[in-house]
């Protein structure tokens, strides 16, 4: 193997784990990038791992351990170069050198680079924003990312997120790891006791078992295995590595091992979120062993004994499997942004949101469900916009009807907006 796929191989981990890590970028433009930018980690300045040609310019990045001086050849707009010498960011190791470069787009300037998920649209929002000022900069990265096949590290590589439901943590260190399937799969147990979710954790630490989550019978809902590793529950890796487990707790013993109200309401919710986060488009349940087993027809619902000889999840789940499956296909039609009984939708879009404030996207990543509730708690309050279509600046200031009945109490206007204003067709953006 050549040096230019040694250098490729080295940093392709770093860019993919900030990437997942902070929500934006796109793996194969980012080692293109890295790869004109250090000519594959040889020039000058890898030496001190700025491999990006990262110029210094203050604290737009933060992890930097050195500033160092160097010449810069510029292209100027009919062609012909300038060299210059500048202040150029020194990095510590390769993977703070990859954070650097991250950092350094984090401004407003490159949001529509950071919304862009293929390789050309991204080079060229980085570009049109003043990145680079080469003049072939986005086909000559493009022709790196065809010559090595780099769009192989975009595709296939699943976000993992865990559920923002989670009112508990508590990880347990056994699982099978990283894992080997995409999750497509829910698989319901019990405890077999009415054990809290504090309880359930720290059986799982002394036990060779566990979960991804558990659910109290107070339907509070615990985190044990994070949904990126397969968990020890089902007496089956191969359905382990595609499923989430949940351990549910029972009201009741044996024979019926009932759940309580709470738990099953908190159960529905998970499996919807699950659902939405991992694109499972619906829940599929059969009563047919084979059929769950072999995932016949979709079908993505398992019971643990299908697997082992094990009466989980007790005959009451088994006996609601369908009616689960029927009542989280109902949560999954609804827009998950309801409140008070409206669609908030029109103005809240978590990728929106995400995107236009860095400190949101610094704190909850591209968790959706985080930045719902961001939202409701704070966002409507500064009055922060989170949709292309509602400015809520913009829409208080033009109505004098809204202002005399809303004042400053501002989760009114998105409100009003949502019930009414919408439908009503009041601009509500310049
Ligand atoms: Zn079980």
Wanted: some cysteine; charged content about 20%; overall charge negative.
């Amino acid at each position: 193997m050549g040096r230019q796929e040694d250098f490729i191989l080295s940093i392709v981990p770093y860019v993919s784990s900030w990437k997942q890590f902070l929500g934006y970028g796109v793996v194969s433009a980012i080692v293109a990038q890295a790869c004109l930018e250090s000519a594959y980690g040889s020039s000058d300045k890898a030496k001190h791992n700025n491999y990006f040609g990262l110029k210094y310019k203050g604290n737009r990045v933060s992890c930097y351990s050195e500033i160092f001086s160097a010449y810069s050849a510029e292209q100027l707009p009919d062609g012909t170069y300038i060299t210059i010498k500048t202040d150029w960011y020194g990095f510590a190791d390769i993977n703070t050198g990859v954070q650097g470069y991250f950092q350094f787009i984090d401004i407003d300037r490159y949001k529509q680079a950071r919304m862009a998920s293929d390789p050309r649209t991204y080079l060229q929002a980085l570009k049109d924003a003043g990145y680079a000022t080469s003049i072939n900069y986005v086909d000559n990265c493009m022709a790196v990312i065809d010559k090595y096949n780099l769009t192989q590290y975009d595709g296939g590589e699943q976000v993992y997120t865990n559920s923002s439901l989670v009112n508990y943590i508590d990880l347990s260190p056994g699982n099978y790891g990283m894992r080997d399937h995409k999750i497509d799969t829910i698989t319901i147990h019990h405890m077999a006791g009415n054990l809290s979710v504090e309880t359930c954790g720290q059986l799982f630490h002394k036990k060779k078992g566990n979960s991804n989550y558990g659910i109290g019978s107070d339907g509070r809902i615990a985190l044990y295995v994070e949904e990126k590793n397969g968990a020890w529950t089902s007496s089956n890796k191969a359905n382990d590595m595609r499923a989430i487990t949940i351990e549910v707790a029972n009201n009741s013993g044996a024979p019926n091992w009932t759940i309580s109200p709470q738990a099953l309401n908190s159960l529905l919710l998970l499996c919807a979120d699950i659902c939405r986060r991992n694109e499972i488009k619906a829940l599929i349940w059969s009563p047919n062993k084979s059929d769950r087993i072999n995932h016949k027809n979709g079908c993505n619902m398992t019971m643990h004994k299908d697997f082992a000889a094990t009466a989980c999840p007790g005959p009451f789940i088994e006996s609601i499997e369908g009616l689960i499956a029927v009542a989280v296909n109902q949560l999954l039609l609804q827009s998950p942004y309801t409140l008070n009984g409206y669609d908030y939708s029109p103005v809240f879009d978590p990728e929106y949101y995400a995107n236009r404030y860095p400190d949101l996207r610094a704190a909850f990543g591209t968790d959706a469900n985080a930045l719902w509730q961001h939202f409701q708690s704070f966002g409507m309050m500064e009055l922060r916009q989170a949709s292309d279509e509602f400015d809520p600046v913009y829409y208080k200031s033009m109505y004098a009807d809204l202002q005399a009945a809303y004042g400053l109490d501002n989760p009114m206007y998105y409100f009003h907006y949502v019930a009414a204003g919408k439908a009503e067709g009041r601009k509500a953006h310049a």
